[in-house]
Every structure is written in C-alpha cells, then in structure tokens.
C-alpha cells in the first residue's frame, strides 16, 4: 500500500478544545491522506502560520472560533462547521448563551463556508435563516458506530423503560423547574405500574431531587447505547437522544412541558401530566402505524442510510478543490451542494427572518446602519483585545507571585527546626 507524498496530503486545521467524537470518525475515515490538527488555542495567525487546507469546528459561536473562521475566509481557505445535534427551540431562542441573552444567534448566520447537516430537516431550517448556500447534508459521525448495530433484535413487548434527559435540564432556572415537574409526573404514575422496571439516566443535577439511581456515566453514543439495547422503550427530554434511540429502534417519546415548537417530531409526545398513562402503555405495546411514522421521522431528521464520516470527508476534499484559486481581491463563496444528498432540500421561497423580529429584547440587533455597526464592532474588538492582553498579564503575574510564594515557604521550611509534639 502507497502512502500519499506530505505534498498531497490535506492539512485538516480542527478548532476543538472538545467534542473530538464530531471528528475523529472523519480523521479515520481519511487516514493517510490527511493530517488533522486538534487547535485549542483559536489564534488566527498561528493558525495560518500552519497553512492548513481547511478549517473545521463544531460550533461557531465563540468569538475567538468566529476570527479564525473570518480570518480563514481572508486568505482563502474555506471552512466547514459540524451540527453537533438536533435543533431545540429553548436552545435556539431562549438560551442566554444565544441571542436571547445577548450573544450571537446560533447558526444566524452560519459563519464558516459550510455546515454540514446531520438530517434533511435541519438543513431546511438552517437554510431558511439565511444559509440556503451553505448547508450540506452529511449525517453525524458521531453516531455512525450505531449503525452497526441497527439490525438487533428487540423484545416486544416490552418491561422496561429508560427515562432519560438531555445533557441540560433547561437553560433557565424556570426551565430547569418545569423539566424536574415533568420527571417527578412521570416518577409519579410508574410507580403504580407493575412489573415494569424503570431504567434512569438523567441530568445529574435532578437526581437528588428525583431520588433514583442513575445510569449517566457519561454522555458517549456508545455508552449510551448500551443502556438503550437493554431496555423496550425510552422517555427522554428533547435531545440529540431521541435520534440515537430510534436507531436502535426503541419506541421513543418526548418528554416536553415547556409548550414551545419542536423542530424534531416524535411518534409519541407527554407534555402534561393527563397524557403519560395512554403514552406509557403505548410505548410498551407500540402499534405498528406509530413505529412506522417514527422511522419517516427518523429519516427525515438524521441521514443514517450509511455512515456520515465518508460523506463528510468527501465534501471536504471538494471544498478543498473548490476554493484553490480563488480570487482574494472580491468576496468569495463556494458553490451550493457540493453533495447529492439534498432530496427534498428547495431554496427558501420566503427572505429570512431578520434578527429584529426574532430577537427583539436586543437593541443592537435593530440597528440597520451599516456604518454605526462597523463603528460598534470596531469599538468592541478593541476593548477585547485590551482585555485580553490584560488577563494575559494578570495570570502571568499571579503564577509569578504564586511561584515566589511557594519559593519563600520552602526557604522557611528548611531554615526552621520541625518540632515533635
């Protein structure tokens, strides 16, 4: 076997300080013919110092992530962004981390060239806020071991029953209150079943006040799913989960008392206290017509019919090729779809929303003159980089200090007699 000259291999330039399960499928995917650099630094010019082919995240959010991607897109080196789970309204709209609490609205737009998509109703919507070039349909790596295991057997019907929650309760403390009623609810009415056993694996911050045992180890797909293969069906707060437990085939409800809209639909919903007994029963005994529409939904919302890391690694390689010559003088973009898995993916009919209707308690995002905003960002930049420079100084200063300290107590040590009492 050949192994490629260094001349032609793919410099694959990664901003993760985490999330390493996003993109070590596609690292092995590519083997020899790439060399991934794991970055957890976020400087743009150290980063192209290393004149990397492209540039690839998991999210895009931070500001130090969003200069490298601009700084990418600068000297022409495209970049891609990994969706690193389903689309979830409270996140979206009603996390403070995002445009609710004044930072920047997620995916709004998309800062890097692409992202690639996990399913074709995350692209659509994704598209509508304005990325209609951007998006690509790709599948998640993360979840391509579960694939393999699609095909075992599952018992019908079933006794037990996994309730579990996404890695956060709610963004809020209102939020976190209204998913502990829905969890006590359902603690609530299993208790009157018999013979079913109850299998939990939530938030660890709701364990004591649901006082279970829990199965969290951690957040892993493989971990995960190994919980999942020994139970017959799930309950589970909207996450990333639904998706993994409909691969494996395991009828899956979501557990949502919060009333907003759900971007990913379910077979089964709970979101009042009236619905889990008819709920329950139905996921233990599913009727066929609802395990039938959980699979369209399934596929609607995760591209699962083969791995994603392949697919992913391809639309790299064509990025790659797409962006080499391009012209540095002007704005550049890459071509749409540059991938065929985009059935059922039109172009928005209707403009995107503007950032002033969707998130109208930010003032900053009324503003349409271009030149006020230029003259803010500017302003903003500078007293970042002030601050930084700051921090830098005060952390550098404190070890020094800390360093000094440590030194005269040893000094102290030796020159004092250790008394015996």
Request: hydrophobic share 40%; glycine share 4%; charged share 25%.
């Amino acid at each position: 076997m050949t192994t490629p000259d260094d001349s032609s291999r793919l410099r694959v330039w990664c901003l993760l300080r985490d999330q390493f399960a996003h993109v070590r499928p596609v690292e092995e995917q590519l083997g020899a013919r790439a060399d991934f650099v794991y970055d957890a630094e976020w400087e743009p010019e150290r980063m192209l110092a290393h004149h990397p082919d492209v540039v690839v995240c998991v999210n895009d959010f931070q500001h130090d992530v969003a200069r490298c991607l601009d700084a990418a897109r600068c000297a022409g080196v495209p970049s891609l962004v990994l969706q690193d789970g389903i689309l979830e309204w409270r996140c979206q709209y009603e996390n403070p981390l995002f445009g609710a609490g004044g930072g920047a609205p997620q995916h709004q737009p998309v800062l890097a060239n692409k992202i690639a998509c996990i399913g074709r109703q995350s692209a659509r919507q994704i598209a509508a806020w304005g990325n209609a070039d951007a998006v690509e349909v790709t599948g998640m790596p993360r979840l391509d071991a579960l694939l393999c295991r699609m095909g075992r057997p599952v018992r019908r019907p079933g006794t037990r029953l996994l309730v579990m929650t996404a890695k956060k309760a709610g963004f809020t403390p209102e939020q976190c209150a209204v998913t502990l009623r829905s969890l006590q609810d359902l603690q609530a009415h299993l208790a009157t079943l018999e013979g079913v056993e109850v299998v939990w694996r939530v938030n660890r911050d709701l364990v004591e006040a649901l006082g279970v045992s829990n199965r969290l180890h951690d957040f892993a797909s493989a971990e995960l799913a190994d919980v999942i293969e020994q139970v017959d069906a799930v309950v589970t707060t909207p996450s990333t989960a639904m998706l993994e437990a409909m691969l494996l085939h395991r009828p899956v409800a979501a557990l949502d008392y919060h009333n907003v809209p759900r971007f990913v639909p379910t077979a089964w919903t709970i979101s009042a206290r009236e619905h889990i007994p008819s709920v329950v029963a139905e996921l233990l005994a599913p009727p066929a017509r609802k395990m039938a529409f959980q699979r369209n939904c399934l596929s609607e919302c995760l591209e699962c019919d083969a791995p994603a890391a392949p697919r992913v690694s391809a639309l790299i390689a064509h990025m790659v090729e797409a962006a080499r010559g391009a012209d540095l003088t002007r704005p550049w973009s890459l071509p749409p779809r540059l991938l065929r898995a985009h059935d059922g993916i039109r172009e928005p009919v209707a403009p995107p929303p503007s950032l002033a209707e969707l998130y109208p308690e930010q003032p900053v995002f009324a503003e349409e003159d271009a030149r006020t905003l230029q003259v803010r960002l500017a302003r903003l930049q500078k007293e970042n980089d002030r601050l930084k420079r700051q921090l830098q100084r005060r952390s550098v200063t404190h070890r020094l200090y800390a360093l000094g300290r440590s030194l005269r107590e040893r000094m102290s040590a030796r020159r004092t007699p250790h008394v015996l009492r």
